[in-house]
């Protein structure tokens, strides 16, 4: 048996480096990936993760081919650090409704934050925060956002497998509607006179609260030319109140723009 070590072939392609990077958020969008089981071992893999703090301690400097970033902003630091996590990131993917929407610390955006630290915080003083909590692509460029509130650990492996093979990702962009039509699910609107974010939420949940009798809360944000004034004013008309129809707008993606902008007007005098 030979000892001479032979060399790696030339044309073996180096993996794609992968970084997942967290901002105010709960950690769930990246549960959702260590939850990925068997597709976790297939991506693992495809790709050299190279930095994620929530699964391994080794820590590699950049530059990284795909970053996954959790988590809205919120303070001045993680405003300096994203803009950092862009220059290190070919391509920079946002996942989840902090990212992608301002998550439901976005509530904040309605209120004044520094009373809110001083009922919380014995040293307010200490705190460094900012007025608002902002999505990703508010403050640099985003290459491809991932919906929902968590993710679907699905999308998240398309998304990865899209890119480590070159080519642009396939996820549904239709509204959860759809997925009750497909399921079979009665309307809650129609039989029951619930409301429902339904028809102007994106895709993504499987449309889960209109089969057990609930209206949708838009976890996956607004779906494509979402007409959100039309939808309010007619549960505004067939009875929803003003107090029913804000909450509902103002949740996990209450700085969308399209549902702020909703919400808003909804909060202005007749």
């Given at each position: 048996m ?41 991506i ?6 190279a ?6 301690s ?6 990284y081919d ?31 409704a ?27 003083e200490?705190?460094?925060?900012l ?12 290459d ?10 699905h ?8 890119l ?10 239709h ?10 699910t ?25 089969s057990?009798d ?28 003003r ?14 723009p399209?549902?702020q ?6 909060e202005?005098?007749?």
């Amino acid at each position: 048996m030979s000892n001479v070590i032979q060399p790696a072939p030339k044309n073996v392609r180096p993996r794609p480096r992968l970084a997942v990077f967290k901002f105010a958020s709960c950690d769930g969008c990246q549960l959702s990936l260590l939850d990925c089981e068997d597709e976790l071992l297939a991506i693992a893999g495809a790709v050299d993760i190279a930095y994620f703090l929530e699964a391994t301690s080794r820590i590699e400097p950049g530059p990284y081919d795909v970053a996954l970033v959790e988590g809205s902003i919120t303070t001045p630091h993680d405003a300096a650090r994203i803009q950092d996590v862009r220059r290190q990131s070919k391509y920079l993917i946002t996942i989840g409704a902090c990212a992608t929407a301002g998550g439901i610390q976005s509530l904040k955006n309605w209120a004044d934050h520094e009373e809110f630290m001083r009922c919380v915080y014995a040293h307010p003083e200490f705190i460094s925060t900012l007025a608002t909590s902002t999505p990703i692509a508010n403050h640099v460029a985003v290459d491809f956002e991932l919906r929902g509130c968590p993710i679907d650990r699905h999308q998240l492996v398309e998304v990865i497998a899209a890119l480590v093979h070159g080519r642009q990702p396939r996820t549904p962009r239709h509204s959860v509607c759809l997925d009750c039509k497909r399921r079979g699910t009665v309307c809650v609107e129609v039989a029951q006179g619930i409301p429902c974010l339904g028809p102007i939420t994106h895709t993504g949940c499987g449309a889960i609260c209109p089969s057990y009798d609930r209206g949708c809360y838009g976890c996956f944000g607004p779906a494509a030319q979402p007409n959100c004034d039309s939808l309010t004013d007619h549960y505004s008309a067939t009875g929803s109140s003003r107090e029913q129809l804000v909450p509902l707008l103002r949740n996990f993606n209450a700085a969308a723009p399209e549902f702020q902008a909703a919400s808003d007007r909804l909060e202005q005098p007749s």
